[in-house]
Every structure is written in C-alpha cells, then in structure tokens.
T-cell receptor, first 112, second 116 residues
Framework: GQQLNQSPQSMFIQEGEDVSMNCTSS?????WLWYKQDPGEGPVLLIA?????ELTSNGRLTAQFGITRKDSFLNISASIPSDVGIYFC????????????FGKGTKLTVNP | GAVVSQHPSRVICKSGTSVKIECRSL??????MFWYRQFPKQSLMLMAT?????????EQGVEKDKFLINHASLTLSTLTVTSAHPEDSSFYIC????????????FGPGTRLTVL
C-alpha cells in the first residue's frame, strides 16, 4: 500500500531554534496535511495544502506541497516550549480515495 | 470553525462488556467520518470509514462484528466495541470530513479505553 516516509523520527532542539521536518512518498498525493498531537489528545490540523508548489504559513509554521506531488515539508521558526509534541504528515492519494495516509510522526522536544 | 467532539474521553470497563464511543461534528455536517486506533508511540491506524445512511467500510483485518459502527445522522457516528477484551484497550480517535469546501478531516480529542 501507499506509505509516507516521515523524517526525522525525533528532534531535540533548544528554544528559539528553527525546525524542519519532511515527508516523502513514491506515490502522488492530491492533498498534504500537517497535524500536531499532544499526549492524550487527538491530532490538531496545522496546515493543509491542496496545490502542487503551494507554500502556506500559519504563524511560525510554514509548509510546502512539493512540485512533484510526492513530498512536503513543515518548518517551525523560533521554537518555543509549547511546540513540544508529535507532528504527523498525512496525504490524500491521487485517485479520489477519501482515506488519509499518515506518516509515522516526528517527536519534537524543545529545551527551554 | 470545524470542531469534532468525542464522548467519553476515558472509559474503563470489564472484560466481556460493550462500550459505545460517540463522535460528533459540532459546527458542520459530515456524511463521512473515520475511526482510527492508535497504539502507544505509533501513528494512527484507520479502522473503518463511517458513511451516513449506509454501512461502514472496514479496513482489512478489522472485525466488523467486533467494532460496530452506526452513522445515525449527519453529525453523529458511534463506535461500539462489543465483548471487549484487554487487547482492545487503546486510544480511539474519530475524524469528520468537512465537506463545505476542501474535504479536510478534523479529528476528535480521542477516547482512552481500558478493558480490565
């Protein structure tokens, strides 16, 4: 089946540093989504991308939908302690399927 | 907005009993909702797609008689774990597809099920 390769698996950074994580696939996706999940909570949508090449920002977060439709990245600038959590990429494959394919997540730790 | 709620947030039950989990889209209608299961330190695993007015579509390996899904209205889907066993203990999360424009999925806060 289709898979998303998300990296890195975990990151340990200092407060104020910038962070970058990405997802790649061998398949084409129509939509890329980035979610953040806190412990014991459901994923919260951060950014949704619908067009190849699209670059979208949400505060300190910026994400891009790769031109090839096979990858996406998420950047977080000037990290703060509340950025701690697990970040998941998710994609909706081409072909009209309504199901999402999820990456395995990037666990972010921010040291004050 | 697009808010999805789940109830209960936590439930503890005895082996052999059934547990019902509700998923509601609070400010939009959703003909399609999804049920996921998440094991510790793992990603979300899709269990089934819930369709309003029709039968749910289950993923391979998910027992439909074990995990009963009912999508009774455009804002409510329920997941019933029947004859629960300790191995059913998990974090169950639903999502609802917002069909007002982009079909983006919004997630509920999750339900922690513990079967004793």
């Amino acid at each position: 089946g289709q898979q998303l390769n998300q990296s890195p698996q975990s990151m340990f950074i200092q407060e104020g540093e910038d962070v970058s994580m990405n997802c790649t696939s061998s398949s084409i996706f129509n939509t890329w989504l980035w979610y953040k999940q806190d412990p014991g909570e459901g994923p919260v949508l951060l950014i949704a991308l619908y067009k190849a090449g699209e670059l979208t920002s949400n505060g300190r977060l910026t994400a891009q939908f790769g031109i090839t439709r096979k990858d996406s990245f998420l950047n977080i600038s000037a990290s703060i302690p509340s950025d701690v959590g697990i970040y998941f990429c998710a994609g909706q494959p081409r072909g009209g399927s309504e199901k999402l394919v999820f990456g395995k997540g990037t666990k972010l730790t921010v040291n004050p | 907005g697009a808010v999805v709620s789940q109830h209960p947030s936590r439930v503890i039950c005895k082996s052999g009993t059934s547990v019902k989990i509700e998923c509601r889209s609070l400010d939009f209608q959703a003909t399609t909702m999804f049920w996921y299961r998440q094991f510790p330190k793992q990603s979300l695993m899709l269990m089934a797609t819930s369709n309003e007015g029709s039968k749910a579509t289950y993923e391979q390996g998910v027992e439909k008689d074990k995990f009963l899904i009912n999508h009774a209205s455009l804002t409510l889907s329920t997941l019933t774990v029947t004859s629960a066993h300790p191995e059913d203990s998990s974090f169950y999360i639903c999502s609802a597809r917002d069909e007002r424009g982009t079909d983006t999925q919004y997630f509920g806060p999750g339900t922690r099920l513990t079967v004793l």
